[in-house]
Structures are given as C-alpha cells and as structure tokens.
C-alpha cells in the first residue's frame, strides 16, 4: 500500500446503518482525518460532515470529492454500483472502493450471477431465467414443489420469494411479470430449487485478483420472530455463526466460489474491486451459493466492522489493486446485532419523531447504528425510516453479546417501535 502523504479525508456514499458504520470505523482510523456522507444520516453526522447528494448521482460525488479534496470515496449501496457512481469516480482520478457498474452485475442481475456461477463450476441451486411469462408457468407446473422465485434486478432486499407449492409460485409470477410490482427489475425472473441448510453470509475484500475474508454472519430476514412474516432488509444477526469452524469455511469459500469468480471476472474484463458478499447455504460439507452482492452487508456490516478493529488499510490496498494484508485479527471473538424497526414496516415506512436514550445505550456498552435517521433541531435524531437502527454489542460469546445488545435495546425508544426478540437465540 502506498503510504498516505497526510491524514486521509474518505467520503462514505449512502445514508444507511452500513453507512454509518463505515463512517464510524473511518473515524476511528488513525490514518483517516476527516470522514463525509453523501448524504449520509443522524448517525454520520455525528462523525464527519454529511453532503446533501443523491446516492445515484455519479458526477455531483465526483464533483464534490474534488472540491473536498477527497482520498478515498467508499461506495455503500446497491443502488450506487449499479449508477455507476465508481466509474465515475475513476474517470475524475479519485481512488474509490465500490465495484465498478460491470462487476456490479454480480448484483444487479440474478440471471447474469447464476449463469457465471453455472459457467465456473460453483455449487449453487439448478435454476431457469425467464423473460416471458408463459415461459415461467410451464416452467413451474413441470416442477411441482417448493421453489424460489426471485427479481432479476435490484429489488431493496425485496425480490426472492420462497413458494410452497405451483399455486404459490405461479401468484408470485403474476406478481412480477405481469402485474409489475417491483417494477422493471422484476420482468424477468429466475427460478430455482430451494436449498436446504444453514444460511451464512459470508464477505471478501477484493481488489480485482486477491481477497482476504471477514468473519461470516447469520443473518435474520423476516419480519417477525420464528423467522416469520414477510421478507425485510434485515432484522439482525450474529457472528460467528453457531457450530461453524469460521477459518475452515472461510478458507474454502475463498477456493471455491471468490477466487474463480475473481479469476471469472478478469477473463470477462470486468475486475472485481469491492466487496464480494456471498450468500451461501452450508449443507454438509457442501457450500451452495444462493446469491452475489456485490457491496458491504446491511445490518451485517454494523455487526462485522466493530470486531476488526481498522479496516481502512484493507479499503485502501483494495482500491489501489495491492490487497497484501492478510485476514484481520478480530477484537472480540462475538457480536449481536437487533434492528429496531416503525411499524407497520416492512408493509409502509412513517417517519419523523424523535428517538430517544441514545446515549444510555452507549452506556450500556453497545453501538447504535443508525439505519433510517436524520439529524434534527439541537441535536435531535428523528426516524426517517422503516429501518430505524441496530443495536449492537460485542463479547466474548454469542450469548455474553446477545445479552448485551438487548440491554441496549431496552433503553432506546421511539414512536411504533418493534423488533424480533429471537436474534440469536
């Protein structure tokens, strides 16, 4: 890694939890001096200078990075790999962590990930790709069963869809190929077997050819307790998962599915630089891959980044195309994270409103992450969200951190206030 000639200015795109944890743990850098969000939120606020910017806007980033004098741009949501806010960023010679547009396909297309995957030999569910909705149905009444049906594109966390049977399949079809209810990232659809197992997310920093791994996270995507309810962008999680041998997974993840999809992408002139979040289900001594995201978890990020202590070298290298740190030693050996959410979320998002014992959380010793916020008048956060924060905490178990977090979460308080009280158990 270059050494950096002063203390570094890192602009953080997005305005979400994962946002504000990668501005928080910028912050903390002993390399880093000052930290901006694009357009950032209540939390970032709190540690660097939001810019009011949309997230999709490539230009006015690029534009403001440079009147910033920026550093090092790091690319948070989905939404802004698929702008193609990194290229952007490449083309005004700013050095910037996020996948290019491209690579972000890995993402922003079911269809183009599953056939790559199919391509290299990477164990993952059989599956079709459908353009044409007839197509759809004689695919799904030829294959009676569960199945999944998911959105080609991006869909907020929002496009897979696990059906029971035909019936199910063929409503959820309709829904999406025809209705256009996700709208265009739902016409087409892929369709595929449900897989069995333990579902993990696991992560690697990439700087195009090499990648180190981050400790995998289980991760909680339905509304309610007992995994029920519908689909959200997340309830919550915990590290590390229960049961698994973290180095070994992580050891054969990086064999079997990052490498060859890094080797994959440079073949296809499309490198991979950023990080590649894999969601994977572990059966046995199988590592199936259920899909790609092509950007830093969200609430996983919140839960991973306070464990590694600095993360901004592994950024930096990983930007620059000279990844040579190896895999980061961990602070504490667990984390829980608890995402407290307004109702009726997932089914409409309210906001305003203040949220209130911020500061005794901390005491409790968590970290709030805020998701769905804005700063208000004299230092007031108020709800801006459906997903309002997470409510972390570190341990030396799984159960020491879930405690914790809990505690943290029974001093927080806002109007319609909800969260699953089985994260971890």
Same mark, same amino acid.
Request: glycine share 14%; proline share 4%; hydrophobic share 45%.
């Given at each position: 890694m270059t050494s950096?000639?002063?203390?570094?200015?890192?602009?953080?795109?997005?305005?979400?939890g994962r946002e504000h944890a990668l501005a928080w743990a910028c912050a903390r850098?002993?390399?880093?001096?000052?930290?901006?969000?694009?357009?950032?939120?209540?939390?970032?606020?709190?540690?660097?200078?939001?810019?009011?910017?949309?997230?999709?806007?490539g230009v006015a980033i690029a534009r403001a990075a440079l009147e910033a004098r920026v550093d090092l741009v790091v690319v948070g949501p989905d939404a802004a790999i698929a702008a193609g806010v990194t290229d952007a960023m490449e083309q005004a010679g700013i050095l910037c962590?996020? !996948?290019?547009? @491209?690579?972000?396909?890995?993402?922003?297309?079911?269809? $183009?990930?599953?056939? %790559?995957?199919?391509?290299? #030999?990477?164990?993952?569910?059989?599956?079709?790709?459908?353009?044409?909705?007839?197509?759809?149905r004689r695919h799904i009444l030829s294959h009676p069963g569960p199945v999944v049906v998911k959105a080609d594109g991006l869909a907020l966390g929002k496009g897979a869809f696990v059906c029971p049977d035909s019936e199910v399949a063929l409503q959820v079809t309709e829904r999406l190929m025809v209705r256009g209810e996700l709208g265009d990232p739902g016409r087409t659809v892929v369709i595929e077997e449900v897989l069995d197992g333990t579902e993990v997310s696991l992560f690697a920093i990439c700087?195009?050819?090499? !990648?180190?791994? @981050?400790?995998?996270?289980?991760?909680y995507k339905r509304a $309610?307790?007992?995994? %029920?309810?519908?689909?959200? #962008?997340?309830?919550?999680?915990?590290c590390p998962p229960r049961g698994l041998d973290v180095e070994a997974i992580n050891q054969r993840a990086l064999e079997e599915v990052v490498t060859p999809v890094l080797a994959e992408m440079s073949r296809l002139r499309r490198p991979f630089q950023g990080c590649l979040y894999v969601g994977a289900m572990l059966s046995g001594?199988?590592?199936?891959?259920?899909?790609?995201?092509a950007r830093f978890g969200d609430p996983e990020t919140e839960i991973v980044l306070p464990l590694l202590g600095d993360p901004v070298p592994y950024l930096l290298q990983a930007a620059q195309g000279a990844l040579e740190l190896p895999a980061p030693a961990l602070?504490?050996?667990?984390?829980v994270g608890v995402v407290a959410v307004r109702e009726p979320y997932p089914q409409a998002v309210s906001k305003g409103g203040p949220i209130e014992g911020l500061a005794e959380a901390a005491r409790a010793g968590c970290l709030v992450f805020q998701m769905g916020t804005l700063a208000g008048a004299a230092g007031a956060v108020e709800?801006?969200?459906?997903?309002?924060?997470?409510?972390?905490?570190?341990?030396?178990?799984?159960?020491?951190?879930?405690?914790?977090?809990?505690?943290?979460?029974?001093?927080?308080?806002?109007?319609?206030?909800?969260?699953?009280?089985?994260?971890?158990?």
């Open positions: 950096p000639p002063h203390s570094l200015r890192v602009l953080v795109v997005g305005s979400g850098s002993p390399l880093v001096g000052e930290v901006l969000a694009a357009p950032g939120n209540g939390g970032t606020a709190t540690v660097g200078r939001n810019l009011q910017l949309s997230v999709t806007d962590f996020g !996948a290019r547009r @491209l690579a972000g396909e890995l993402e922003s297309s079911k269809a $183009f990930a599953k056939r %790559l995957m199919s391509r290299v #030999g990477i164990d993952t569910a059989a599956f079709g790709v459908f353009h044409e909705v007839g197509a759809a700087d195009g050819q090499r !990648a180190v791994m @981050l400790p995998p996270v289980c991760d $309610f307790d007992g995994d %029920l309810g519908d689909m959200t #962008g997340g309830m919550g999680g915990y001594t199988r590592i199936q891959v259920l899909e790609f995201n602070l504490e050996p667990a984390a709800v801006a969200g459906g997903r309002v924060l997470i409510c972390m905490a570190a341990g030396e178990s799984v159960a020491r951190a879930r405690s914790r977090a809990y505690s943290g979460l029974e001093r927080l308080s806002f109007a319609g206030m909800r969260y699953r009280s089985d994260i971890a158990a």
